[in-house]
DNA sequence: GTCTATAGGCCGATAGAC
DNA sequence: GTCTATCGGCCTATAGAC
């Protein structure tokens, strides 16, 4: 971790953690090159100088938060639990992940809001297209070992485990808001709740 | 509908118009008074006189997005369905008012994405919380009359299914990349496959 | 590699004629 | 109510000294 980039000057590091920071917090137009160089401590030209353009620095600073989302999922730990436990795990993972680099995840779901085609093959194959494959894998084997309910979509469940994830980073102000919500502050709660609610349904057992 | 507001100019209209419409394609900062009048059909200067200012022009068109909302949550029918089909009813309604006025959503979900507590607030108490006591009052509704599983949470199932039509909405794009996903142009089917899977679970029934 | 200084352009907003 | 013309400022990006 923080291991600088080779070629890469202490102050370009400097540079890219502020860029990333501050795209994330305000947007890409509403941030200029000189109040990133002087959070970064350093000149505009500087800026310049290790970057060519506003966009690269851009592009920079999103293809780390892709690094780095990537590089937690891979080190996650393959558990054998019970089905309906992995299942949680798998999400209360992916919701830490998303919460351990809330600048990256907040850039990159501003960047896939409604976005161009090309951006969303590029972020699905960079990020989101990992935690929507394993979670189908995961349903899938069970489904054949015969634990779960064999007629149901897996793609259906694995969107809904992107969008509650999603909906938790970049909307929580909002759900915090909303009225008898007790686990906006509290991931682990959320993730119980989330789970619980998915296998077992809404309905009655059928009597 | 296409009402004019009392001591609006036809042209004051078409610039609101325009401005909703390009403030959610490209966003606040990215889009100039220039660009506005020019797709109003009017002169730059023109949009100062009926807009103290181009904040003052954004806040409207955000104000016409929540009352388009407000305006056909209200139509909506009362039915006095079965529990399931009336959640079912409710969700894909809830899902069709926000592709009935695409740019509407667009700039109501851009503006909510990460926001300040205090706007927060303000679009819980115009739109997001609307839908969400309808539906936790139709849920809490059902489990009095014991058609329901009681130790579910409400708040969790309104969340859920909030979280769904808000990922559709804003991450379409996403949608239509994730491998073995069939409804991301099928509002219908997703809506089916949502809610029966909310319904019913992953599980078997117990045997 | 880092700086100061500045070019050149687009922005929001205003002045004032019609 | 609508226009043309313009102001002052901030922006990205570059030139050139050290």
């Known amino acids: 971790m923080k291991s600088q980039q080779p070629g890469r000057t202490e ?3 400097r540079i890219i953690d502020a860029a990333k920071r501050m795209f994330a917090e305000t947007g890409y137009d509403a ?5 990133i ?40 730990a393959q558990t054998n639990h019970e089905p309906g436990e992995q299942l ?10 998303s ?17 161009s085609e090309e951006q969303a093959k590029y972020l699905v194959s960079q990020v989101f ?8 894998e995961i349903i899938a084997n069970d489904q054949t070992k ?6 149901i979509d897996p793609a259906a469940i694995a969107t809904l485990m992107i969008a ?21 502050d509290d991931p682990e709660r959320y993730a119980d709740s989330i789970v619980e609610l998915l296998l077992n349904g809404i309905r009655k057992e059928e009597q």
Chains 1, 2 share one sequence.
């Open 11 to 13: 102050a370009a590091e």
């Open 31 to 35: 941030v200029s090159i000189r109040d």
């Open 37 to 76: 160089a002087a959070a970064a401590g350093v000149s505009k030209a500087n800026v310049f100088h290790h970057f060519a353009s506003k966009e690269e620095l851009y592009q920079e600073a999103l293809h780390r938060s892709c690094a780095k989302a990537k590089a937690v999922l891979c080190e996650m």
């Open 88 to 97: 949680r795990s798998f999400f209360y993972s992916d919701l830490s992940r």
């Open 99 to 115: 919460l351990a680099d809330p600048d990256g995840s907040r850039l990159l779901l501003a960047e896939g809001f409604d976005c």
């Open 129 to 136: 297209g990992h935690d929507f494959e394993r979670l189908t």
């Open 146 to 151: 015969g634990n779960w309910r064999s007629e």
């Open 164 to 184: 509650a994830n999603t909906f938790f980073i970049a909307y929580r102000q909002i759900l915090r808001q909303l009225p008898g919500v007790d686990f906006a």
